[in-house]
């Protein structure tokens, strides 16, 4: 409900939600809030860590157990003992099927702590987006948040699953790699002091330089989804304009952005590997060289040798695999620094201590004194006051933009007021809590909602323990019900998402009915007939001042010929309540009101 009654007058929806300028984000935030997580599932990660541990160790052995065997050779002798061979080379194949038994499940086990660790994060932020305040929505682009929910969760789901297990591996491998080198020929390791630094420094450098082009990529990614949720949800205005080629080259833009992010932050990123894995086969072919020098002075067997290259390709290795999957893991980074933003952002004003239900209501609004402004520098409501009595029908009339949602919003509390107060029975609504509040009224909208699901489900969304007679009584009310009858499936016909398979009127009458249907003493109408023929529009609104007998109504209008029997119809302009009492007062005046009202009918 209260993603339906956004105030996007004064938003500039242009620039909502786009990529801005890149300032130095919390990294080190970011990384606390994935280990916050990934310490919910400590069990887990304690089998990972040992699977981790017992796998490489395994591994590592395997080197060592082949320089033995090739020592088993007697060099320009020709004898060879077997057993030993066989002895040494049938060790090796059990140590390396238990590592890869090791890796198969540790694998499984990084899936579910990924697979666990992403739906948590997702419920999260999607209980995260119910806190936020109307505001969130009206300064943010639905496509990028639902990047953020998606796209952005995905990738830090997958860098957990494989990116993490092989920086695990691979800090155990090149320890026990180095450990076992300098066990064999401490001579040898002299020849990496060079090349571990320069592989070391190049990998930290290309880091540095390619964060933030992975940031950029997933907002770009973010303002294109938004383009495209906006361009589809927009397709029917799109065609009756024919501004098909305009919205093309317009997407084409977005889409090259989005492009060249990735393109820019591939191609650096893959500058990494290839470069570190360079300077890795320097290494090898150094340690080649020193290690036939010490063969021939006698200091160093063709087993140790062996068994030291293959140890110095273990230890290069986890290296260049780290250089190669740091475009992942700077993509992981970026998308969980977006991720953990959403989370931080500040949740609606929490209600205030010792803040009381709202029970009983009889329909009793104040509104006195009251100044708002969306931003700090623009004061939209001004000194505004208004009383609507138990069971009376206020209207709110006037131009486009002069701040009738806007009051809608106060009286929700979808925004707090600046100054003054607005009161319930008696009770400012600052004390009240908001659900209890919001519970009190029912909402029509010009933008309808509903949701895939049964027509019955829709219309019952706000009283969830409504019976069939309740729900038919609302819909003939609405007068949709002989539309819902000549359905196949009755009050059983399934929506699909959005409503998309029935007319816009139609949609507007199940929601017009389901506002009916719920038990609250307050309604709040936003054109809500707006969609519907002038015969059905005048049914309904007497439908409404008969089902409605008893409960206050506020009324957003623009044909005004729909209020005339309204109790007390408000007069906005400019934030100002200029003009107020009944259709016949007004019209009397021949002030702002009569010159509206003339105006529809010239």
């Not at 990047?147 to 860098?159: G, P």
């Not at 297990?165 to 066990?183: P, R």
């Not at 706000?462 to 309740?470: I, L, S």
Request: hydrophobic fraction near 45%; charge should be neutral.
């Amino acid at each position: 409900m209260a993603g339906g009654i956004r105030n996007t007058k004064q938003l500039d929806t242009a620039n909502a939600g786009r990529p801005q300028s890149h300032k130095p984000r919390d990294t080190k935030g970011a990384l606390r809030g994935l280990w916050g997580y990934l310490c919910r599932y400590r069990a887990l990660l304690l089998l990972a860590l040992i699977l981790t541990i017992s796998g490489n160790l395994l591994a590592l052995v395997g080197p060592k157990l082949s320089g033995r065997a090739i020592d088993a050779i007697e060099p320009g002798k020709g004898a060879v003992d077997f057993d030993t061979v066989f002895y040494y080379a049938g060790l090796m194949v059990v140590f390396y099927i238990a590592s890869s038994l090791f890796s198969y499940l540790l694998s499984f086990v990084m899936q579910t702590i990924s697979r666990k660790m992403a739906r948590q994060m997702r419920d999260d932020v999607f209980h995260k987006l119910l806190s936020l305040p109307v505001g969130y929505f009206d300064t943010h682009l639905s496509g990028d948040i639902i990047s953020r929910v998606s796209y952005d969760i995905d990738v830090i789901n997958t860098s957990l699953s494989t990116d993490l297990v092989q920086i695990c591996a691979s800090v155990i491998t090149v320890v026990g790699s180095f450990a076992m080198m300098v066990s064999i020929e401490p001579k040898l390791i002299l020849v990496m002091v060079v090349t571990i630094p320069m592989s070391i420094f190049y990998t930290k450098y290309m880091a540095g330089k390619t964060r933030p082009l992975f940031r950029t990529r997933s907002v770009k990614l973010g303002a294109m989804n938004g383009f495209v949720e906006e361009m589809v949800s927009g397709q029917k205005t799109i065609g009756a304009y024919a501004r098909e080629e305009v919205i093309t080259r317009r997407f084409d833009a977005v889409n090259k952005e989005a492009v060249d992010a990735y393109y820019i932050a591939d191609y650096y990123s893959c500058l990494v590997g290839p470069t570190v894995n360079f300077i890795n086969n320097i290494s090898l072919s150094l340690v080649t060289v020193f290690g036939a020098i010490l063969y021939l002075l006698g200091q160093l067997t063709l087993g140790n040798i062996s068994s030291f290259v293959l140890y110095s390709r273990k230890f290069s290795g986890p290296i260049n695999e780290a250089a190669n999957i740091i475009s992942e893991l700077q993509s992981a980074l970026a998308a969980a620094e977006r991720v953990f933003k959403l989370l931080g952002e500040e949740p609606e004003t929490a209600d205030v201590p010792g803040a009381v239900q709202l029970e009983n209501v009889r329909g009793n609004v104040d509104i006195k004194g009251v100044f708002f402004g969306y931003t700090k520098e623009r004061t939209i409501i001004k000194n505004l006051y208004m009383t609507a009595k138990e069971g009376s029908m206020i209207a709110i009339v006037g131009p486009t933009g002069a701040g009738k949602t806007t009051i809608i919003n106060l009286l929700m509390r979808f925004y707090d007021v600046d100054g003054g107060e607005i009161y319930v029975d008696g009770h400012e609504t600052k004390e009240l809590t908001r659900a209890s509040l919001r519970r009190a009224y029912a909402m029509v909208l010009q933008d309808t909602w509903v949701f895939g699901g049964t027509i019955f489900e829709n219309i019952a969304y706000g009283k969830e323990d409504a019976t069939m007679e309740e729900v038919v009584a609302a819909a003939k009310a609405a007068h949709i019900h002989s539309y819902i009858m000549r359905l196949p499936d009755g009050y059983q016909t399934i929506l699909s998402e959005n409503g998309v398979n029935i007319s816009k009127g139609q949609k507007q009458l199940l929601t017009i009915a389901r506002a009916m249907l719920l038990d609250a003493k307050m309604l709040i109408l936003d054109e809500a007939t707006s969609n519907v023929d002038t015969r059905t529009e005048i049914r309904i609104q007497k439908a409404m001042r008969r089902l409605m007998a008893g409960k206050t109504c506020f009324v957003i209008a623009h044909r005004l010929s729909t209020i005339q029997h309204a109790d007390r119809i408000l007069v906005v302009d400019h934030g100002d309540v200029v003009e107020q009492g009944t259709h016949g007062e007004l019209m009397e005046k021949k002030g702002f009101y009569y010159q509206l009202y003339a105006s529809q009918f010239e």
